[in-house]
């Protein structure tokens, strides 16, 4: 039974540096969501969908938006950016009560996301068909502008 802590000490290691492969790099990207009439996009959850089939499985950069819309893409560490790359956007956008909001979180955070069905009815939430199309440069994008119709 000792060896068994020993070569499970050296798997870890080893299993750690398989999954490394090559770096990634994000680029920062924030932004801006609002209606067309332009009002924000409180608490609109927003996930970027690589379009290269090359990149199905990486992971889905996202972000926020807070009370004047405003957003900053995560990928894999806060405020990290995305990869950059083509990317199609969905948008849910919850709809809360005022007695409900909070309670309500779209990550378990209490008072840190909404809930409740969505504004745009699900017209922004198909990743096979996105509405919204963007292009994250290498150098990143710090003025990101996402227009919805409510």
């Known amino acids: ?61 996202l972000a926020v938006a807070d009370a004047n819309g405003s957003f900053v893409v995560r990928t894999f560490t806060t405020d990290d950016g995305a990869i950059p790359g083509e990317y ?24 840190s996301g909404g809930g409740g069905p969505d504004r745009l009815k699900g017209r922004y939430g198909n990743p096979k068909q996105p509405r919204i199309k963007v292009t994250i440069p290498k150098e990143g994008d710090p003025n990101l502008s996402i227009q919805v119709e409510e």
């Open 1 to 61: 039974m000792r060896k068994f802590p020993t070569r499970l000490g050296l798997l870890i290691p080893w299993a750690l540096a398989a999954g490394c492969g090559a770096s990634v790099t994000t680029a920062p990207t924030r932004g801006v969501i609002k209606t067309t009439k332009g009002q924000a996009c409180e608490k609109a959850l927003i996930v970027f969908h690589p379009t290269d089939s090359k990149r199905i499985n990486d992971p889905k950069p």
């Open 88 to 111: 199609g956007v969905t948008v849910v956008w919850p709809t809360a009560t005022e007695a409900e909001k909070p309670k309500m979180s779209l990550f378990g955070d209490e008072g």
